[in-house]
């Protein structure tokens, strides 16, 4: 089921969302780095022509977290998560023959006084809540701008693979 966007915001400018985009039939897709590096880089070569910034992400087995931020006037969040979510797909598609994403997303747009910082330590404690880790340290898909950005990049070995998680 398709979620529904709010009629009377526009979604546009420097505001600042938390986005979950889920994968088709929940199949677990991101506990490949290989997979994760693909669908990341895409992400952000979308995020950054968009206008938009990601001070986190969390690549959960069959879904992922993104904190999105618009550095525009012009940012408008349903065109850089359409544009994201389709080259994700095409790229996924072409190196795997599957489907990656289930229809739609979900969003919440956070208030003012809602502390990016705060949100971003949400994302990152989701496998931990999950039960995959034990420290948010220990697992390899999760970044951003506010999050170990330089280590997040060094942990896309090739042996990174968490098919048991």
């Known amino acids: 089921m398709r979620p529904a966007k709010l009629r009377t915001f526009d979604y546009l400018g420097s505001h600042a969302y938390s986005l979950t985009f889920c994968t088709f039939q929940?199949?677990?897709?991101?506990i490949d780095a290989l997979l994760v590096g693909l669908v990341l880089h895409e992400i952000l070569?979308?995020?950054?022509?968009?206008?938009?910034e990601l001070p986190a992400y969390c690549?959960?087995?069959d879904h992922v977290h993104l904190l999105s931020v618009?550095?525009?006037?012009?940012?408008?969040?349903?065109?850089?998560?359409?544009l994201?979510?389709?080259?994700?797909?095409?790229?996924?598609?072409?190196?795997?023959?599957?489907?990656?994403?289930?229809?739609?997303?979900?969003?919440r747009t956070l208030r003012n006084d809602e502390a990016i910082d705060a949100v971003a330590r949400y994302i990152e404690g989701n496998p931990?809540?999950?039960?995959?880790?034990?420290g948010v340290d220990e697992w390899p898909f999760t970044?951003?701008?506010l999050l170990r950005p330089a280590a997040a990049e060094l942990k896309f070995g090739p042996t990174t693979d968490l098919r048991s998680a």
């Open 45 to 52: 070569r979308s995020a950054d022509e968009c206008g938009f």
């Open 84 to 107: 994201a979510r389709q080259r994700s797909a095409m790229a996924f598609s072409r190196r795997t023959g599957k489907r990656l994403w289930q229809q739609g997303f979900f969003e």
């Open 70 to 82: 618009g550095r525009n006037p012009v940012a408008h969040l349903l065109s850089f998560a359409k």
């Open 128 to 134: 931990v809540r999950a039960g995959l880790v034990t």
């Open 59 to 61: 690549f959960m087995p």
């Open 143 to 145: 970044g951003g701008g």
């Open 26 to 30: 929940r199949q677990r897709h991101f």
